[in-house]
């Protein structure tokens, strides 16, 4: 039986992940270069990955950059971008539903600390999650299951009972890897995915009930 849901935030709680392609999109094309959203997706839901953005850039102009001044000047137009970003449809009513139903709710992130909670707490959602583990608390982000594994064991829930829910593939990954039910919800960078290990995928979190998630949980 559910008994709690543990959440990504990133492209899930709250859609960062094309601003985060659209920052580096635009420092590429300041340089007159492009990021192809194919080679983007190797890192989207993890740290590291098999790309590094700063390493692509310097072999496709031909120049070597500040990546400490790079880093901030993405940074800065991130977080201007994402203060700006709705929840994605749905999240609110589902948390609060969860809540009501006496569910356990949990946060793991491959973000850091900082990002995640500080958005958690502007946007009011802070309270409901008993747990959130970020890339700090672990030794190796998604799709490596510690994260999910922290959490569990955080909240108290054996994998058989919890249903992780996600947007990309290496988070699918790490839920699967953990032992839990997996729900996807895909985003405008990660619709193309192969999402066929999910045990549900959806459009939108909208008008999606607790009765729906019990079943596949």
Do not use: W
């Given at each position: 039986?559910?008994?709690?849901?543990?959440?990504?935030?990133?492209?899930?709680?709250?859609?960062?992940?094309?601003?985060?392609?659209?920052c580096w999109s635009e420092i590429y094309q300041a340089h007159k270069v492009e990021l192809p959203l194919a080679t983007w997706?190797?890192?989207v839901g993890t740290v590291h990955g098999d790309f590094d953005p700063h390493q692509l850039l310097e072999t496709l102009t031909g120049r070597s950059?500040?990546?400490a001044?790079?880093?901030?000047?993405?940074?800065?137009?991130?977080?201007?971008?994402?203060?700006?970003e709705a929840l994605r449809p749905g999240v609110q009513?589902?948390?609060?539903?969860?809540?009501?139903?006496?569910?356990?709710?949990?946060?793991?992130?491959?973000?850091?600390?900082d990002w995640v909670e500080g958005h958690l707490v502007s946007r009011g959602l802070r309270g409901y999650f008993g747990v959130v583990r970020?890339?700090?608390?672990?030794?190796?982000?998604?799709p490596d299951p510690e994260l999910y594994l922290s959490a569990l064991a955080a909240l108290g829930v054996a994998p058989e009972h919890a249903l992780a829910i996600e947007d990309s593939r290496h988070g699918m990954?790490?839920?699967?890897?953990?032992?839990?039910?997996?729900?996807?919800?895909?985003?405008?960078?990660?619709?193309?995915?192969?999402?066929?290990?999910?045990?549900?995928?959806?459009?939108?979190?909208?008008?999606?009930?607790?009765?729906?998630?019990?079943?596949?949980?």
């Open positions: 039986m559910l008994q709690a849901i543990i959440f990504d935030f990133d492209g899930t709680i709250l859609d960062t992940e094309r601003h985060d392609y659209g997706s190797n890192i950059f500040d990546r001044e790079l880093r901030a000047q993405r940074r800065q137009r991130l977080v201007e971008l994402v203060e700006q009513t589902l948390i609060e539903a969860a809540q009501t139903a006496g569910l356990r709710l949990g946060v793991a992130s491959s973000g850091t600390r970020t890339v700090e608390d672990v030794a190796r982000a998604k990954m790490a839920a699967k890897a953990a032992g839990m039910k997996c729900l996807v919800v895909p985003n405008e960078i990660t619709q193309s995915f192969d999402f066929s290990e999910a045990d549900l995928v959806l459009r939108t979190l909208a008008g999606v009930d607790l009765d729906r998630l019990f079943a596949a949980g």
